[in-house]
């Protein structure tokens, strides 16, 4: 649907739209409708990227409605034989600077008035191949009292690499900048490489390990809606339940590692032995306890059946009662209590400027969920009630996660009570032909937040352009502000408490 | 204090009690078997994502393979995914599984160097660097030190620093912009060292084999002591073939 006043489209969570109905608008207009609609609090990015086509590059971004489910699809085109420049958005709203930042880098599109166009991740496709990773523009103080520390990529325990590089004065931390890329696998043009919709679906379910489900459920959703298929509501219930499993066990494992980092033992041990009783559950059902195999196009080869469901449901009960006690006890632990609680603490402004979503959203008093405010079928027949939290610092995001898997437990068990699974879910499709020039949007609310898939295709069905957004790409801004004016020892609980992913970022 | 006990009393014991013996429940996708049954071999490699499947006779091959289970899905007469965990070895060829073959992976003993036995068999420290690792296998190396399965117990750690570490663990598929740091890491640690790839990922590539973003010429120069394959492997994979590696 395009707009009253002709400037965009209006789409919703997993619908595909036509591409030619699009309208693509000069560059004043694009940005100036863009700064409109994310000027209001109800809106924020989910994507804006760019691709090649025709002699030139189409710009896309795609906004979204907290409060109606819409999404607003607008388009702009850069002709390349004109000057490769595009005024920057970013000092009016700050959270497009890692898209503008993306774009500058992949395709050599100049930001003007951009406060930090650098790079984002030495994509191997990148426009100016000559720039190297070592050779990153790291921000510095020129100063005598002043020294920088730099940690990484490769860190002191099984962590995916990432560099880190302080400025401090003494131990307190004046500024953090957060170096990414060395992950950079080429996601995107693997997906669109691959012919068949299984390599598909196999690539979708690597671009972050620890959220397979997550990403597998948003390509499956782009993928069914470009096909035209109609899954049913139970087959999307099935899948819900695995994501919430996958939250439930990601948040057990991140307070057990938060726990660890207190030296606080008989919490990091059992809520470790906590999180195992969870993935094996998944195990249990799809042979993998990351959940890989699980979410395929159209069916799934693992339905869930009465047997898993009283399965679950025993597994949960079982993890909640020593969930709760063991919690109960945590929580109010005073050695626990005193590192966490007015540590790294981010604001409410901050954390809307940066276009925070998911977790990193909730604990800073922004009640932003996918599951809510775009609901699939699943959540549109059981609605889900997001958790808000009001400070932002280590303690809220521990706290976040401890509701979050109550929240989780109960909306499982009261969609297991209400639902019957005596006819399996049909087998996953083989193949599908993707319906052409269109585009479609899918969101999904993985543990860590809004997983934005998107995918154009061609005169042909072909598919022209894939875009992955981790929560991540948002959310590493707010671990660099948490750090600032922190003592450099408080690092580790911080870089837990966000538990961001590198892998969904470089991809 | 007295409901520290408590707790660790409700939870009961958790650990698996000797790791060589434990095993996995189905549907867990092991080992494959491959029977004698003839079926369209054409259909048959064609519908494996990663090219893992050759005719004539037909073969699996495990250093290739991702453990989707598509295969098993579409012709389950002819592919069956046992439960069978044990599959790191030290040598490709024991990753390839023919047709009729019903043999457990093992270990060629006759490829490890004494020393490695001698000198780690009861205490192995090892670096880990995930070079593009999609956080899977990152994700159960961490949970092989864990309370359920508790490595620590044969004296086998992760350690900070690869200046007193005994090898690496590589995981993902070795981007370039990990490549240099991965040679960096290989080479700060002391001789005689380990190499071992973990995941299907770092063995072959995986579903990125063919990725531009890769630079995995460091594996042309080394000597590789252990592939653990998997999806990532599971933690009691990981274990037992680091302990037929060392001890």
């Not at chain 1, 890692?98 to 990148?126: C, D, M, Q």
């Amino acid at each position: 649907m395009v707009s009253e006043n002709k400037k965009y489209c209006i789409i919703q969570n997993c619908k595909s739209i036509e591409t030619d109905l699009i309208p693509v608008l000069n560059y004043a207009d694009f940005s100036k409708e863009i700064i409109e609609l994310l000027t209001l609090n109800e809106n924020h990015c989910v994507t804006y990227f760019a691709f090649p086509q025709d002699d030139g590059l189409k710009f896309i971004a795609a906004i979204a409605n907290d409060s109606t489910q819409n999404i607003f699809i607008l388009s702009h085109f850069l002709p390349k034989n004109v000057e490769q420049e595009l005024a920057s958005l970013t000092p009016q709203i700050n959270a497009l600077h890692i898209f503008e930042r993306e774009i500058h880098e992949n395709f050599g599109v100049g930001f003007p008035g951009h406060p930090w166009l650098k790079p984002v991740r030495f994509a191997h496709n990148r426009a100016d191949t000559n720039l190297k990773i070592n050779d990153y523009p790291f921000y510095s103080i020129e100063s005598n009292e002043l020294h920088e520390v730099g940690v990484g990529p490769v860190h002191a325990g099984i962590i995916e690499p990432g560099h880190f590089r302080f400025i401090c004065n003494g131990e307190n931390v004046l500024h953090l900048e957060i170096q990414l890329g060395w992950q950079h696998r080429g996601v995107e043009q693997t997906l669109l490489d691959k012919q068949t919709l299984l390599q598909r679906n196999i690539v979708a379910e690597s671009v972050a390990g620890d959220t397979t489900v997550g990403h597998s459920l948003a390509f499956a959703g782009i993928m069914e809606s470009l096909a035209g298929i109609e899954t049913a509501t139970q087959l999307d219930i099935e899948r819900s339940i695995a994501l919430e499993l996958e939250r439930i066990a990601v948040h057990t494992a991140d307070i057990s590692a938060l726990c660890t980092d207190v030296a606080y033992n008989l919490g990091a041990s059992i809520f470790g032995i906590l999180r195992t009783a969870i993935i094996n559950q998944t195990q249990a059902w799809c042979g993998n306890r990351l959940g890989k195999g699980m979410i395929r196009t159209g069916g799934t080869h693992y339905p869930l059946t009465n047997q898993l469901k009283s399965q679950i449901l025993q597994t949960l009960d079982k993890y909640e009662k020593q969930f709760v006690e063991l919690a109960h006890l945590t929580y109010r632990l005073p050695s626990v209590e005193n590192r966490f609680d007015d540590i790294g603490t981010v604001t409410e402004q901050q954390m809307r400027k940066i276009g925070a979503v998911g977790m990193v959203a909730r604990m800073a008093n922004i009640p932003r969920d996918v599951r809510k405010s775009h609901p699939s079928k699943a959540f549109v027949k059981h609605p889900y009630t997001p958790i808000v939290l009001p400070k932002g610092d280590v303690f809220s995001r521990f706290l976040l996660r401890r509701k979050e898997i109550k929240q989780s437990i109960f909306w499982i068990r009261e969609v297991l009570k209400n639902e019957e699974f005596v006819h399996p879910s049909p087998k996953p499709v083989s193949d599908i032909a993707l319906k052409p020039g269109r585009l479609a949007v899918s969101l999904v609310e993985g543990w860590r937040g809004e997983i934005c898939h998107t995918a154009v295709t061609g005169k042909n069905g072909e598919l022209v352009y894939y875009k992955i957004k981790d929560p991540s790409f948002h959310n590493w801004k707010a671990l660099e502000l948490s750090l600032r004016n922190l003592e450099i020892s408080d690092f580790p609980i911080n870089n837990k408490s966000y538990n961001l992913s590198y892998c969904g970022f470089d991809l | 204090m007295l409901q520290e006990i408590k707790i660790i009393k409700h939870n009961g014991k958790q650990f698996i009690t000797d790791p060589t013996k434990a095993e996995v429940p189905a549907p867990f996708r092991g080992r494959t078997e491959i029977s004698s049954l003839k079926v369209d071999e054409n259909a048959l490699v064609s519908c494996c994502p990663l090219n893992a499947i050759s005719a004539n006779p037909v073969r699996i091959n495990l250093a290739k393979c991702n453990f989707c289970g598509e295969c098993a899905f579409r012709f389950p007469e002819k592919i069956t995914f046992t439960n069978d965990h044990k599959i790191s070895t030290n040598k490709l060829e024991n990753l390839i599984i023919s047709e009729g073959e019903k043999k457990n992976i093992e270990l060629d003993q006759t490829l490890i160097d004494p020393k490695i036995k001698t000198v780690f068999g009861k205490s192995l420290k090892l670096r880990q660097v995930s070079a593009g690792g999609d956080n899977s296998c990152e994700f159960e190396l961490n949970a092989c030190g864990n309370a359920n399965f508790d490595m620590g117990r044969y004296g086998i750690e992760f350690v900070a620093s690869p200046r007193y570490a005994d090898g690496v663990v590589v995981t993902g598929p070795i981007s370039e912009n990990m490549a240099e740091a991965l040679k960096t890491t290989w080479e700060a640690i002391p001789s005689p060292k380990l190499f071992i790839l973990c995941g299907v990922d770092a063995i072959s590539g995986g579903i990125f084999a063919d990725s531009a973003a890769l630079e995995r010429s460091i594996l042309k120069d080394v000597k590789i002591d252990l592939y653990i394959p998997g999806n990532p492997p599971h933690p009691l994979t990981i274990i037992n073939g680091l302990l037929k590696l060392t001890r």
